[in-house]
């Protein structure tokens, strides 16, 4: 293992940190906003929260996640381990659900959400589970 390798990998284990910590943050945000009332001065602000994690966040976090994590398994040659296969379609996953949160924040954002904030205390716990599978599947490498 080379030294650029463990750099690299430190990279991809702080970029995953910071891409889960907005993954898990956003839809509580999500919670509260849909509680507040369209217009008001706090609806202003959560937009503006939810904003600026989407993009000064989360968005450079899951880029570098997907570039640092390709890079590892492409160092490490585990393109053909069957863990793999199965992490990257958490990630995947992960990745759609990233996408989904972005829309529904314009949604919020403009007043044309319909989901309440029930539903977006259920959705919260989505991330949680993917990011389990993915560190077990990495970790425990089943197959």
């Known amino acids: 293992m080379s030294g650029a390798y463990l750099w690299i990998k430190a990279a991809h284990i702080v970029s995953v940190i910071a891409w889960m910590a907005g993954m898990l943050y956003l839809p509580r945000l999500f919670v509260y906003h849909a509680s507040a009332e369209m217009g008001s001065e706090l609806a202003t602000t ?19 996640t997907w570039i640092t994590g390709l890079t590892l398994a492409f160092e490490g040659g585990f393109f053909t381990a069957g863990w793999l296969h199965g992490k990257l379609a958490l990630v995947i996953l992960m990745s759609a659900l990233h996408g989904y949160f972005s829309a529904a924040r314009k949604k919020l954002a403009v007043g044309t959400n319909l989901k309440s904030a029930r539903f977006f205390r259920i959705i919260n716990e989505a991330p949680t589970i993917l990011l389990i599978g993915i560190v077990f599947l990495v970790v425990i490498k089943p197959f």
């Open 46 to 64: 959560f937009a503006t929260m939810e904003r600026r994690l989407l993009r000064f966040i989360m968005l450079p976090a899951m880029i570098a």
